[in-house]
Nanobody, 125 residues
Framework: QVQLVESGGGLVQAGGSLIVSCVVS????????IGWYRQAPGKERELVAA???????NYAASVRGRFTIARGSAKNTVYLQMNSLEPEDTAVYYC???????????????????WGQGTQVTVSS
């Protein structure tokens, strides 16, 4: 059984920063790709950023240069540093992980197998 636990969401003013974290635990020893998706009201879930086991990263164009994804020192922990937040970043942010899927597959539109419950990020104008 695999569990993804997100934390760190909240309310912030436009221009502010937040860090959300994801801890992945379970039967699988490692996860080849861990990513963050978000879903705003009335919109489809979209890939925000993802990182491979080797450290390769990918970002949505809308967040590139403002968000940074990184693996933590603890195994299977991933952080998403969000700077210069905009009201358009308001969404529920979901952690996603897969033990074998490649980063390229995730970028191509194939999310990993496992999802977290999500954490709300609200950016006020």
């Amino acid at each position: 059984q695999v569990q993804l636990v997100e934390s760190g969401g909240g309310l912030v003013q436009a221009g502010g920063s937040l860090i959300v974290s994801c801890v992945v635990s379970g039967d699988t020893a490692s996860f080849n790709v861990i990513g963050w998706y978000r879903q705003a009201p009335g919109k489809e879930r979209e890939l925000v950023a993802a990182i491979s086991n080797g450290g390769s990263t990918n970002y949505a164009a809308s967040v590139r240069g403002r968000f940074t994804i990184a693996r933590g020192s603890a195994k299977n922990t991933v952080y998403l540093q969000m700077n210069s937040l905009e009201p358009e970043d308001t969404a529920v942010y979901y952690c996603n992980a897969d033990p074998t899927r490649s980063l390229l597959a995730v970028i191509a539109g194939y999310p990993g197998k496992y999802w977290g419950q999500g954490t709300q990020v609200t950016v006020s104008s």
